[in-house]
């Protein structure tokens, strides 16, 4: 049996399944600022998608990428999109693990108990951990954006 179509069938559904919903973020995020007293929800729910979701197939596409690589006998260092696309893979998700997930935390941390009565404003942390949130989202996503067009395109260099 050609596992071939199969893998690839699971491959772009688990791409779909799993960079889809992050690529709504930023508009949440908008609408949040315009109404912050919804952000501590923006957060928490974000961080469900992430964890449940997005994670989780991030990482099966790892178990269907390595299975089309065995399954069309792909030499890496012939086909160095591919090589190029893996390690940029790679860098996604340290940035979604090492880098954006413990933010999201902390952001949930500091977003669970209602500011004290005059606080004057969001603390600077608060501020600055949204501001990370935002640049750890616009890379990942310019990352899958390259990635995904080394995978269509498969250039030559």
Known sequence: MDW???????????????????????FLGAAAGREP???????????????????PIALLQIVTGVGLILAESIDLLVA?????????????LYI???LNLPNIRRLIEMTSTPPPP?????????????????????????????IVGLMVVKPTF
């Open 96 to 98: 979604a693990i090492g």
């Open 4 to 26: 071939v179509p199969w893998l690839l069938y699971a491959h772009i559904l688990g791409a779909i399944a799993a960079f889809g919903p992050g690529f709504a973020f930023p």
């Open 80 to 92: 160095r999109w591919l090589l190029v696309a893996l390690v940029l893979y790679g860098l996604t």
């Open 118 to 146: 005059g606080a004057g404003g969001p603390p600077p942390e608060l501020v600055q951990r949204l501001a990370n949130g935002r640049r750890y989202g616009l890379a990942m996503t310019g990352l899958i954006v390259i």
């Open 37 to 55: 007293q919804h952000g501590g929800f923006l957060i928490r729910a974000s961080h469900t998608i992430v964890t449940r979701l997005i994670l």
